[in-house]
């Protein structure tokens, strides 16, 4: 369509007057740089250099403000999650696993190992996967009954009833077969069997996740983990012959706002179906009670799982595997952590005796500190093994430089501490003097190599402050319980050595 003569002069005129602002703003701008350099060219370089700086400061400060207004925070936490490291593969945890076995771990090794087992047996079986996930008693066993007449799943008005997992063969719509998990129920009150429910929804194609209500903020939660894997969820609203159309379609609507998975979420209703006891009135004025059937409402879940099921099968398979392997590394992590914990604890302790020892056995002064740096070494070489860091010889001996360093004004105290803790100890008698100065010394090995050992495990390298920030504190905690401990550990060394002399 064209338009009108005055429409185009008044467009014109306004173009006009625009650039004529435009050129305006331009020149006073102009001249404003002219009247700042002239300025600036008389000014000291110093002056100048400041002001650069100045400017550059603002002008980045300026950009990040920009680029934040402009990026919503949901699209910069997308971003993030994004950029945050991919699934492990199964070359990679396999490659764990065998490094873990060579050192000893088999035991911790197990579960992650169990767990690609059961993946390949379901690649091998070819089976679709559905696990039915949700709180407790918000009708899964009932869903599982309705879904299967003949299923015997436990049903109970009580919390908590499904106490394993339960698999069943369901026929879909369009006649596919699928392995159906009943699940106990999630975020019961002592919550033992949460973390059983959602491995097992780890292991699923899909994951069917039934309420019956709103989303309380742990339940959202409880979804987005499974989200998080990019696991195709169906989000059933349970119980719907409760609720009428209306309140369901407001449900719904809210829920589907609520879960931010986008097309990756089906929203749907669904029904167990039950039976509902009515009073019948008679013209006569007789009363009866009747018992009216209300049939299971499951044709709009069936549908969404087949929806899913009929689209691409190696994504689907794909995205089970990467949960899987998700799964199976952070199982190998968790025991991992508690072998190696269970082992640098081991090498702890025997340092600290060995500590205790030397410093009894010392023939002449000064040659314990020979000792004790030899076992220091010793000591810290073990938790880097044990932790995989590699820390060169340089690096422990500037370590441990520092960390005496770090205890020099903290030694008269240990001592104090020590000579305390044996006074309750009767008939120490002449010994005392070596024996304070064999427990200080073991105050100082066990809360070393308890600080080297934790920023070990939590850091993954050893960054020097921190670990001698951890050892200051370590120094000071429970210190009069560890120094009652030690000293009974170094009398009885002392015993024993008496017994073999005599
Ligand atoms: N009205 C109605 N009641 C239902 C429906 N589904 C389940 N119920 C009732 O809800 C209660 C709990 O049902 P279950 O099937 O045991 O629930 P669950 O989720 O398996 O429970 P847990 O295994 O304890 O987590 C029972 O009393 C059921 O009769 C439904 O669709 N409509
Ligand atoms: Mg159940």
């Not at 407001?250 to 706002?257: E, G, S, Y």
């Not at 590394?329 to 604890?345: P, Q």
């Not at 938790?383 to 500037?398: C, G, H, N, Q, W």
């Amino acid at each position: 369509m064209r338009s009108s003569l005055p429409l185009r002069l008044l467009i014109a005129v306004g173009l006009s007057l625009g650039l004529a602002l435009l050129l305006l703003v331009v020149l006073y701008a102009t001249s404003i740089a002219f009247q700042v350099w002239d300025h600036l060219r008389q000014s000291p370089v110093w002056f100048v250099a400041l002001y650069a700086l100045g400017l550059a400061l603002l002008t980045g400060f300026g950009a990040r403000l920009i680029w934040r207004v402009l990026t919503p925070r949901r699209r910069r936490r997308a971003r993030r999650e994004a950029e945050s490291p991919p699934a492990p593969t199964e070359a990679e945890i396999r490659a764990r696993i065998e490094r873990a076995v060579s050192k000893g771990a088999v035991a911790e090794a197990e579960e992650a190992r169990q767990e690609l087992e059961e993946l390949a047996a379901r690649r091998e079986a070819g089976q679709i996967h559905v696990a039915l996930l949700g709180p407790v008693s918000t009708g899964k066993s009932s869903l599982v009954r309705a879904l299967l007449p003949g299923a015997t799943a436990a049903v109970s008005p009580v919390g908590g009833t499904t106490r394993e997992i339960t698999r069943y063969t369901w026929e879909s719509p369009a006649g596919d077969r699928l392995v159906i998990s009943d699940l106990p129920g999630l975020l019961e009150a002592d919550g033992t069997l949460d973390t059983v429910a959602r491995e097992e929804a780890l292991r699923a194609h899909l994951v069917v996740y039934l309420i019956e209500g709103d989303l309380t903020r742990d339940q959202l939660t409880a979804l987005h983990e499974v989200l998080a894997l990019g696991k195709p969820v169906v989000l059933a609203l349970g119980k719907s012959d409760l609720m009428s159309a209306q309140d369901q379609e407001t449900l719904r609507a809210r829920l589907a706002a609520r879960v931010a998975g986008g097309s990756r979420v089906d929203v749907v209703s669904v029904s167990a179906g039950a039976e509902r006891e009515l009073v019948r009135m008679h013209s006569d004025g007789r009363e009866d009670v009747v018992t009216r059937v209300i049939p299971p409402r499951t044709e709009e879940l069936a549908q969404a799982i087949q929806r899913r099921i009929d689209g691409d099968r190696k994504v689907l398979d794909g995205l089970r595997d990467a949960a899987v392997f998700v799964l199976a590394s952070r199982k190998l992590d968790e025991s991992l952590a508690t072998h190696r914990r269970t082992r640098a604890l081991e090498v702890v302790s025997s340092s600290t005796r060995k500590a205790i020892l030397g410093a009894m056995a010392a023939v002449s002064p000064g040659t314990d500190v020979v000792i004790q740096g030899y076992l220091g070494f010793q000591m810290l070489r073990g938790l880097a093994d044990i932790y995989e860091v590699p820390l060169s010889k340089v690096d422990v001996e500037r370590f441990l430089l520092n960390a005496s360093g770090r205890v020099n004004k903290t030694v008269p105290v240990l001592l104090a501490v020590a000579g305390n803790a044996l006074k309750a100890f009767p008939g120490v008698g002449t010994l005392t003097g070596g024996l304070v100065h064999a427990v200080a010394y073991g105050l100082l090995f066990d809360s070393l190599g308890r600080a080297v050992a934790d920023t070990l495990a939590s850091r993954g390298t050893l960054p020097e402050q921190v670990a001698l920030k951890t050892f200051e504190e370590r120094l000071s905690e429970d210190v009069e319980g560890r120094a009652r401990r030690l000293a009974k550990l170094a009398l009885a060394e002392v015993r024993l050595t008496r017994s073999t002399r005599s």
